[in-house]
């Protein structure tokens, strides 16, 4: 494929001069790459190669010297910072924004800026009249513009900016002069340095040649018009006319500058190519509805592609989103053979990056009990669950993370989790602030040790060790400050945040997958663009710097608008060569905000009208499925038969069923479909440790304070009947019954925890409840407790007909608390909740269609029926009771079922006796339906029941 590359190594070769004495200056490394491949293609004769060289090189080979790495650059950077304003910003905060600095200083010394008229306080007119007869009057208009829209904010921030203004200059001049005793420079200085001693700079014996440039930084300018000028140096522009001629493209902004100059000017062709009006070509828009489809579409694009068209070399994928890069290459068709990726992958984006961040973080949560080192369970949990330990012992980790949930576990021993092996006891281990940088060189080792030489996690370790060994010497040397751990946390993230992976590969072979920049000066004959979304290609009009706009613009520092020709000419001039060209863009919106297709698509569509030209634009569909959820229906087949016959036994038997609680009834009422799952086919509802106070863990807290509370009299009075005088007794054992139902839900091991948060809170509210039971307990003295929670499961069986006979289902339930006051045996529900004492009718507790069916009433009446089973000869009145903790304190408390028997007419329910043949009629029934072999399990109509439901997901309500 005659490319530009390939036409100017052709062009070189024709002159009939040794091409060693070339040598040849490109915007990259990859196009010197591809140069180099196409000399070697056109040589017809062994000979020695020109030098072939980056810009960049060419100005550090000039002063023999090399950028230092930026975390060196920046520290220093941040050392004159303190020194100059006296601030106690550590490094961490400083990196972000020692970061733009360090850019800026970078732009202005590549653009030759005068760093102090840069950074002089504007304000005063006179200096302007003065001192800056340099600046075109459009310049100095800017620059007032800008002091004037500063001088209209408030006061605050007019001192706040003056203040951080006024030591920019001297932090240049402290930077580069600390800089030059260090030995070191950043791209910048060296690009300066070469400039101001241009008449020094002398002809490496070579003929200099320039190729394929587009917008020179002010430096880069002067240089290569001195070359020109005094070495007689060439240039090769890549252009087209299409874009050159016309005003409107800003694509030829900077070569329509440069054709104007004296200098610049006679370098330029004298016709100039029109490959892009000319040559034919097809031109096909994609609209995909996500990002990540974009890769599908990819992949399927290259699938057309015939077998005898398969020369890989000609065929490009652009990236213009890095994160694209690995769904791109996982769906990549098995007729691409070989792949070349030309551009770096940040390590942020890579699972080591996740992992390694988590063993940082994980100290952050650590703490001492009884000398022994305890972490907090969510970053062990998120640890453990991570490919790194969980691969390496499965059953050991599974088990954790299992034990978490089952015990409620807030804090694992360091212990323990070592159990797992050498990697795990690398992980969990005390890190300080002295040993955490080798610990983690030691961990990556770990890391590393066991992988291949080639594999690409060995690539992403080696790029971390030797960042965090940077990091390391930086630490240990330099810095003087206290170092916490939050601080290596952050500096962590924000280093490691921007290290990318290069990969290694043949770049000459196979399939190319680059980013946008990379493409320079490359053709191609099939081109796919990714994300030819406006804010993605080109990239959003942000950019960040220290210096304001207008100064930025006043200066000749880039700006937007150059930033926008630079990306506009790599797009048009991938389209030179370009047989077929294929845009992707996506249509899903993102943070709120619509997708719009790149406005150089809007172009194409618009401007390119001539013959040869074919566009064609294509919307790509998810197919969705707008057909309504089937309805889940499960018939009872034997296994579901034989399964509900653990819940019965036949008459006169001896065994022992397992019993439906009532909670297991309401279910069966609220929905059969769930009691299936549940019940049945024992799904279990995955458990989370819960940290946060939530309702159903209040509510266990509630049953166990009032538990150990009226337990531990119990205990120590050797008797069950209170007095008035032991209710008052009972107050000095409120806190210790709190506390010890808060341990034992917590786990907590410690003689006197220390509680924060949500459990201080939960704490002081549950002893005002406990306080409000024992007053209405203390209006009832004397009585006699009869069971507590703890103290008795109560069972009962009832029968029913089932396959042609009787059989005796088993029921079962703890009762909160039986006492006996008098004559009368109350059954009390503790309900923390708003659970309603009143019902209309018996038969409405099985009335699965009433939107208001009180459970708590069916579950204290269910109650009733288990204590007479269990004490058949009682002469006692039975009274359910629900003792509504958030009602205790009203002055009309009442804790007894009321029936609603009438508008506004309520009777109390004073024994269970009187209701006993309508509820066990209406359980019977209820259980008949349970096991009628026609009864089906299905879900309820009623979607409010749904909401909360831990099974709605299956329903996929």
């Not at 500063?150 to 002069?177: A, C, T």
């Not at 006996?820 to 009390?828: A, E, F, N, P, S």
């Amino acid at each position: 494929m005659e490319g530009f590359l390939k036409r100017t190594a052709a062009e070189l070769l024709q002159r009939g001069v040794d091409i060693k004495n070339f040598e040849v200056v490109l915007p990259n490394r990859r196009a010197g790459l591809f140069f180099t491949k196409y000399l070697g293609q056109l040589v017809s004769r062994p000979t020695y190669m020109p030098k072939v060289i980056t810009i960049e090189d060419f100005f550090y080979d000039i002063v023999g010297k090399r950028p230092a790495d930026k975390l060196s650059l920046i520290y220093e950077l941040y050392k004159v910072y303190k020194s100059i304003s006296g601030s106690k910003e550590g490094f961490d905060r400083f990196y972000f924004w020692g970061e733009m600095i360090l850019k800026d200083f970078n732009d202005l010394d590549q653009f030759l800026v005068n760093p102090e008229k840069l950074f002089v306080n504007l304000k005063e007119q006179k200096i302007l009249e003065s001192d800056w007869s340099f600046l075109s009057s459009e310049q100095i208009d800017l620059i007032q513009a800008f002091w004037a829209s500063f001088e209209s904010r408030d006061r605050f921030h007019q001192e706040k900016f003056l203040k951080f203004w006024d030591v920019l200059f001297p932090m240049y001049q402290g930077f580069n002069s600390s800089l030059d005793t260090l030995g070191l420079a950043y791209g910048g200085s060296i690009y300066r340095e070469v400039v101001e001693n241009l008449d020094k700079v002398a002809s490496s014996g070579r003929k200099t040649i320039f190729v394929g440039f587009n917008a020179f930084t002010g430096a880069e300018e002067k240089l290569i018009k001195y070359f020109v000028q005094k070495f007689e140096a060439e240039i090769y522009w890549d252009i087209d006319q299409y874009y050159l001629d016309a005003k409107s493209q800003e694509a030829g902004m900077f070569f329509r500058d440069y054709r104007k100059d004296k200098i610049l000017g006679p370098t330029f062709p004298e016709i100039t190519p029109n490959k892009i009006v000319e040559n034919d070509r097809h031109i096909k828009t994609y609209a995909i509805p996500l990002k990540i489809n974009q890769a599908n579409m990819v992949g399927a694009i290259l699938e057309t592609i015939p077998r005898e068209e398969e020369n890989w070399e000609e065929t490009v994928v652009i990236l213009p989103d890095e994160q694209l890069l690995f769904p791109v290459l996982n769906l990549l068709p098995d007729n691409v053979n070989k792949v070349n990726v030309t551009m770096g992958y940040p390590v942020k984006h890579t699972p080591i990056f996740t992992f390694l961040e988590a063993v940082v973080d994980l100290q952050r949560y650590s703490k001492i009990v009884n000398e022994e080192l305890m972490f907090y369970y969510k970053p062990v949990k998120e640890l453990l669950a991570t490919v790194y330990l969980y691969d390496l012992a499965p059953e050991f980790s599974q088990h954790l993370i299992d034990e978490f949930s089952r015990n409620n576990t807030l804090y694992i021993s360091s212990k323990v989790l070592r159990e797992g092996g050498p990697l795990f006891a690398q992980v969990f281990q005390s890190m300080t602030t002295a040993t955490l940088m080798d610990n983690m060189l030691a961990l990556i080792k770990m890391l590393a040790d066991p992988l291949e030489e080639s594999s690409m996690e060995r690539t992403y370790l080696f790029q971390c060790f030797k960042q965090m060994n940077r990091l390391k010497v930086i630490v240990d040397k330099e810095i003087k400050e206290e170092v916490s751990i939050a601080f290596l946390l952050r500096i962590f993230k924000q280093v490691f945040g921007e290290i990318k992976l290069p990969f290694k590969g043949e770049p000459l072979q196979g399939l190319q997958l680059m980013g946008v920049l990379e493409s320079r000066n490359l053709d191609f004959k099939r081109v796919i663009i990714c994300n030819m979304n406006e804010g993605s290609f080109p990239p959003s009009n942000s950019m960040n710097s220290m210096i304001p706009f207008n100064l930025r613009k006043a200066f000749g520092m880039p700006i937007q608008e150059q930033n926008d020709a630079i990306y506009a000419y790599t797009f048009y001039r991938l389209l030179h060569e370009a047989k077929e060209v294929h845009l992707l863009y996506t249509t899903a919106g993102e943070q709120g905000k619509v997708n719009e297709k790149s406005r150089y698509i809007h172009q194409l569509q618009i401007e390119m009208d001539q013959d040869g030209v074919q566009k064609e634009d294509t919307i790509t569909h998810i197919p969705v499925n707008l057909s309504p959820t089937r309805a889940i229906v499960i018939e009872k087949d034997k296994s579901i038969i034989d399964h509900l016959k653990n819940y019965t036994k036949p008459l006169n038997s001896e065994w022992e069923p397992v019993s439906f609680s009532p909670s297991a009834l309401n279910v069966w009422l609220d929905c059969r479909l769930k009691f299936y799952l549940s019940y049945i086919a024992g799904i279990d509802v995955p458990e989370e440790v819960q940290e946060e106070v939530d309702p159903a863990i209040f509510g266990n807290l509630v049953h166990k304070s009032l538990e150990n509370l009226y337990m531990g009299y119990i205990e120590r009075k050797k008797r069950k009947v209170l007095q008035v005088s032991d209710i008052e007794e009972l107050k000095d054992f409120i806190y210790p019954a709190v506390m010890k139902a808060i341990k034992e839900q917590y786990f907590l091991e410690e003689e006197n925890p220390q509680l924060t948060g949500q459990l201080v809170i939960a704490r002081d509210v549950l002893q005002k409840y406990l306080q409000g039971v024992l007053t209405k307990d203390k209006l009832s003295a004397p009585f006699e407790i009869i069971s507590l929670e703890a103290g008795k499961k109560y069972r009962a069986f009832v029968p029913i007909e089932f396959h042609g006979e009787e059989v005796l289902v088993a029921l079962g339930g703890i009762i909160d608390r039986v006492d006996r006051i008098g004559d009368t045996v109350r059954l009390i529900d503790y309900k923390s909740g708003q659970d309603k004492k009143t019902f209309k009718s018996v038969e409405s507790l099985f009335d699965r269609e009433s939107s208001d069916r009180n459970k708590a009433a069916m579950q204290t009446f269910f109650y009733g029926l288990l204590y007479e089973a269990n004490f058949p000869d009682n002469q006692y009145f039975l009274k359910p009771a629900l003792f509504n903790l958030r009602d205790i304190f009203k002055d009309d408390f009442n804790p007894y079922l009321q029936e609603n028997y009438g508008y506004r007419k309520y009777r109390e329910v004073n024994n269970y006796a009187d209701y006993r043949n309508d509820f066990v009629s209406g359980l019977r029934s209820l259980l008949e339906e349970i096991f009628d072999p026609n009864q089906v399990f299905d879900q309820t109509t009623d979607l409010q029941k749904c909401g909360y439901c831990p099974y709605a997901a299956i329903c996929s309500r």
